[in-house]
């Protein structure tokens, strides 16, 4: 009597699928695996032929490319940024301003006619917005410092207080 796996007179248990097939006997072909791509057989002709179905599109591997930026907008930005930066050296940055203006309108100009070829079209935005900021302040120190020396001019007192009498 044996207690191993195998029956010793050769029989098959019952329970077991065999492990070998008999000599002369042909294998048994293996389920299809729904995982794996079907081929077809020789002599048929391709899916799309045989169904009149196209063969799905096929997506690109790795990162879609963009567009290089426009130098123009990347000079914008830096501009405007330095400018407003600036303004608090008695307003000297602030003659930057029109120059981010100018340079941003012409750099979103470039990015629209380009048709997709060039980017940075938020960076010349950015930088067109700093310029009107930029330049609205520039108008308005220039007005102030227009008003300070007319004050200034018109002034009778030649740096001397003297309080009205009444």
Not at 91 to 99: D, E, K, M, N, Q
Request: charged content about 10%; hydrophobic content about 35%; overall charge neutral.
């Amino acid at each position: 009597m044996t207690t191993g796996p195998e029956n010793p007179y050769g029989e098959q248990d019952p329970g077991r699928p065999p492990t070998h097939q008999p000599y002369g006997q042909p294998h048994p072909q293996p389920p299809p695996n729904p995982y794996q791509p079907q081929q077809q057989p020789y002599g048929q002709p391709p899916y799309a032929q045989q169904y009149g179905q196209p063969y799905p599109p096929q997506q690109a591997y790795g990162h879609p490319v963009t567009p290089p930026t426009d130098g123009l907008a990347i000079g914008a930005m830096i501009t405007g940024i330095a400018g407003l930066v600036m303004a608090c050296a008695y307003g000297v940055g602030l003659l930057a301003s029109p120059v981010a203006l100018v340079l941003g309108r012409i750099s979103m100009n470039r990015i629209d006619r380009s048709g997709g070829r060039l980017g940075g079209r938020g960076m010349a935005l950015a930088g067109f917005i700093l310029g009107i900021i930029g330049s609205v302040l520039l108008v308005l120190a220039i007005a102030g410092l227009i008003a300070l020396i007319i004050v200034a001019a018109n002034d009778d007192s030649n740096g001397t207080f003297s309080p009205a009498i009444g």
